[in-house]
């Protein structure tokens, strides 16, 4: 298996097409990078911003360039030595517009009789919901177009069948002869007919556990591969299949030279599956990363401000618990009513209601994504017992369910593990992770804001354990569904450190901003320390997504425009007040350099580790993303193209992030062209009073130093007589110093934070 030694995201769309990313190739391989790695590229719904609402998986999306684009891309990063991977997406494709896919449209107009029927995840006791009616519904705003053979309703086009309706048919009579019908889109949760991704309606489940579907869909992937035009493939939601290791190990076979990572979200203490793939795509790494970033030490006192300026007494358990019962209840109703008609000698036994509140109360203390019977099968042990301590009045039917649960052949089992998953993305990355606010910055896809900070010794551990186990896994620090980006949580992190100055600058923003909630207000004050005062606009996109996904004072689906109107409010106070903006202006400034210090140290650290890295689009500068979509903003590809003119030594760390991009460059082009220095781990300490700030490592010939706890050292007076133990000569690709022996860490790191080495021939 051919391994890029770093990979570079791009998110392709009509903005970047296929014939720009070609043309950034030269630019990227100035930049050492190993592989540039796209987002989806299949033929996505119209005006798509991220390719992951596949229309067609046969074809590469006209609006990202066809396929005379991918060949020309194809071309320039041969040309450059460059690899290329690519992102599929096996578990769904789009159906939002029915028109623009083809093979929805045939099953909405053929149903079982269509080709494609066998593609779709669809329950076939009941026609297919589709749920686009609005509140105020009439008969008379469906047209019947017996020329086109469409029905619509307003921007909705659904095809008529054939040989069921006549000219003189009434718009109720043609609905009941169609293979589907149409509902109210409040209605979806509980009546939806198909399974989709998460509680999108408008992206349909495929069953790619058909050996003839999967051939259908992933053919165009495999050409690519048989074509010899790609060097990976990440797999996006593999938790979604029935069976992600039987997809994974059919796609290995049929792509046996080809790196593939997937998308799985590792719970604390969770291993990966035992699947014929080189690992994840990251977001196990990045937890590591965030935590080395703050202060254990800090974690009483920033509790105790929380909780005091808050009133917030829940731990974490507490909140994931509540909020994925939220989602449980909310959002799930349908998938609960499928499994629950699979189980009727259960349900005959114990009553519907029952039987539905033990399998909510499974979903809800299941701690990780899901178990991939018959591997993992002790995290449904451990949900079973736990839910017979929380709930002992369901003990009897939870017996009755195990046996099933626990059978790989049982349909309900399928169906329970493909609804863990989503619930728990739903509950905790887009519900806890908005509400919980102790410190942001650990709130993160994968993440663990139970815990506060990582020791260097915990930190060397886990990546040791990395080296061991998962070697060729991808790292990440950025990626286009993270809640906030790499430099936004390395100043967060700061806060850990400076607990008594954030105290007094929280209490003094609640006490004036005006946030209606408290909670919020915390989070929203974490937010802009983080990402300073942008464009407001951003910051008020971002909030009324935080607040909605919290689901607690507004939702999606029922704002409460006045809640929002007054969190808008605040948001423009913090702006305009100069009273209220100075507030958080000063804990920005305290934590600007410090956070410099951070996002380098964690970018050196991802870049020479254990894995392959991956830079996410422009951040090799400094960058102030949020959640996306603002994290799919246009990239200044020429500006970056310019430093590489007048950069020519290693700069000064300062606001123009030139030396985040001159520490990207020469560690993405080290590990491009001495791929023999980064083969194992090796921890290196520190000796003196300082020792705990370093964090250094061996990869076998190339050396990482990093800072860490950038302000408590500060505080501590510097690095001191602290030093670090160095075996022979050695040079700092960074700034061209030499080292020889047992160096002052004060001198090794006096002009960046952060030393990459070689030895001297």
């Known amino acids: 298996m051919a391994t890029p030694t770093s990979t570079y995201r791009l998110q392709l769309r009509a903005g970047l097409t296929l014939d720009d990313a070609a043309a950034l190739c030269p630019q990227l391989a100035d930049l050492g990078v190993g592989a540039i790695y796209c987002s989806p590229l299949l033929r996505a719904t119209d005006d798509s911003d991220h390719g992951y609402d596949v229309v067609d998986p046969t074809m590469i999306d006209p609006a990202r360039g066809g396929e005379e684009g991918w060949s020309r891309l194809v071309a320039a990063a041969s040309e450059h030595d460059l690899g290329l991977v690519v992102d599929i997406v096996p578990n769904h494709l789009g159906v939002e517009a029915p028109v623009e896919n083809p093979s929805w449209w045939s099953v909405l107009r053929d149903g079982q009789a269509s080709p494609y029927a066998a593609w779709y995840d669809i329950d076939w006791s009941r026609p297919i919901t589709l749920p686009v009616l609005?509140?105020?519904?009439?008969?008379?705003?469906?047209?019947?177009?017996?020329?086109?053979?469409?029905?619509?309703?307003?921007?909705?086009?659904?095809?008529?069948?054939?040989?069921?309706?006549?000219?003189?048919?009434?718009?109720?009579?043609?609905?009941?002869?169609?293979?589907?019908?149409?509902?109210?889109?409040?209605?979806?949760?509980?009546?939806?007919?198909?399974?989709?991704?998460?509680?999108?309606?408008?992206?349909?489940?495929?069953?790619?556990?058909?050996?003839?579907?999967?051939?259908?869909?992933?053919?165009?992937?495999?050409?690519?591969?048989?074509?010899?035009?790609?060097?990976?493939?990440r797999i996006d939601h593999p938790d979604g299949l029935v069976d992600p290791g039987g997809y994974l190990r059919r796609l290995a076979d049929a792509a046996p030279a080809t790196w593939l990572g997937a998308e799985k979200i590792l719970e604390p203490g969770?291993?990966?599956?035992?699947?014929?793939?080189?690992?994840?795509?990251?977001?196990?790494?990045?937890?590591?990363?965030?935590?080395?970033?703050?202060?254990?030490?800090?974690?009483?006192?920033?509790?105790?401000?929380?909780?005091?300026?808050?009133?917030?007494?829940?731990?974490?358990?507490?909140?994931?618990?509540?909020?994925?019962?939220?989602?449980?209840?909310?959002?799930?109703?349908?998938?609960?009513?499928?499994?629950?008609?699979?189980?009727?000698?259960?349900?005959?036994?114990?009553?519907?209601?029952?039987?539905?509140?033990?399998?909510?109360?499974?979903?809800?203390?299941?701690?990780?994504?899901?178990?991939?019977?018959?591997?993992?099968?002790?995290h449904l042990d451990t949900a079973l017992e736990r839910a017979r301590v929380v709930r002992p009045e369901l003990s009897e039917v939870l017996s009755a369910l195990s046996p099933i649960l626990h059978d790989a052949g049982h349909e309900a089992a399928s169906r329970f593990q493909q609804l863990t998953g989503p619930a728990m993305a739903k509950g905790l990355e887009d519900t806890a992770w908005y509400r919980h606010a102790r410190l942001i910055a650990l709130n993160e896809v994968g993440g663990d804001p139970s815990r506060f900070g990582l020791s260097t010794g915990e930190f060397h551990q886990a990546w040791q354990r990395r080296t061991a186990e998962q070697p060729h896994s991808m790292l990440s620090l950025s990626t286009h569904d993270t809640k906030r980006g790499e430099d936004v949580r390395a100043r967060i992190a700061c806060l850990s450190e400076l607990p008594h100055a954030w105290h007094h600058a929280a209490e003094n923003f609640l006490a004036e901003a005006g946030v209606p909630d408290k909670r919020f207000g915390y989070f929203l004050a974490q937010t802009l320390v983080g990402v300073g005062f942008p464009d407001r606009a951003r910051v008020h996109a971002y909030a009324e997504k935080a607040m909605r996904e919290a689901s607690e004072h507004t939702t999606w689906d029922d704002p409460d425009h006045g809640y929002e109107e007054a969190v808008h409010a605040a948001i423009d106070r913090s702006y305009d007040?100069?009273?209220?903006?100075?507030?958080?202006?000063?804990?920005?400034?305290?934590?600007?350099?410090?956070?410099?210090?951070?996002?380098?140290?964690?970018?050196?650290?991802?870049?020479?580790?254990?894995?392959?890295?991956?830079?996410?689009?422009?951040?090799?500068?400094?960058?102030?993303?949020?959640?996306?979509?603002?994290?799919?903003?246009?990239?200044?590809?020429?500006?970056?193209?310019?430093?590489?003119?007048?950069?020519?030594?290693?700069?000064?760390?300062?606001?123009?992030?030139?030396?985040?991009?001159?520490?990207t460059r020469a560690a993405l082009r080290l590990r491009r062209d001495r791929p023999e220095l980064f083969t194992g781990y090796a921890p290196l300490l520190a000796s003196g009073p300082a020792a705990e700030h370093l964090v250094g490592f061996d990869r076998g010939g190339a050396i990482t130093v990093a800072t860490r706890l950038p302000i408590t050292l500060a505080g501590a007076g510097g690095w001191g007589t602290t030093t670090l133990a160095l075996d022979g000569a050695w040079t700092d690709v960074l700034t061209g110093a030499g080292h020889t022996g047992t160096v002052a860490v004060a001198d090794l790191l006096h002009q960046v934070p952060v030393a990459l080495l070689t030895r001297d021939e």
């Open 270 to 378: 969770e291993s990966l599956p035992p699947w014929p793939i080189a690992g994840t795509t990251g977001y196990d790494a990045m937890t590591e990363l965030t935590h080395l970033l703050v202060d254990p030490a800090g974690e009483k006192a920033m509790t105790d401000t929380y909780v005091e300026l808050t009133g917030d007494t829940d731990d974490v358990t507490a909140h994931v618990r509540r909020a994925k019962d939220l989602v449980c209840r909310a959002l799930f109703g349908a998938e609960f009513a499928r499994i629950l008609r699979l189980l009727p000698e259960v349900v005959d036994a114990h009553g519907g209601e029952t039987t539905h509140e033990a399998l909510r109360e499974l979903v809800v203390t299941f701690d990780v994504y899901r178990s991939y019977l018959p591997y993992g099968v002790e």
């Open 134 to 233: 609005g509140d105020d519904f009439a008969d008379d705003q469906l047209v019947i177009d017996t020329e086109a053979g469409e029905l619509r309703y307003f921007e909705h086009r659904f095809p008529l069948a054939e040989g069921t309706w006549s000219p003189g048919d009434e718009a109720p009579r043609v609905l009941e002869r169609q293979h589907y019908t149409l509902i109210n889109w409040r209605e979806a949760n509980e009546r939806l007919s198909y399974r989709r991704f998460f509680a999108v309606n408008g992206l349909a489940g495929l069953r790619v556990e058909d050996e003839a579907v999967f051939a259908a869909t992933n053919e165009r992937v495999l050409r690519w591969v048989a074509d010899g035009q790609v060097a990976g493939i």
């Open 577 to 663: 007040d100069p009273s209220v903006r100075g507030i958080l202006e000063r804990v920005h400034a305290l934590v600007e350099q410090p956070g410099w210090s951070n996002s380098l140290t964690q970018k050196l650290v991802q870049l020479t580790g254990p894995g392959v890295p991956d830079v996410y689009q422009g951040t090799e500068l400094w960058e102030d993303s949020l959640v996306d979509p603002d994290n799919r903003r246009p990239v200044p590809f020429r500006a970056l193209a310019r430093l590489a003119d007048y950069v020519t030594t290693c700069p000064t760390v300062d606001e123009t992030g030139a030396a985040k991009w001159w520490v």
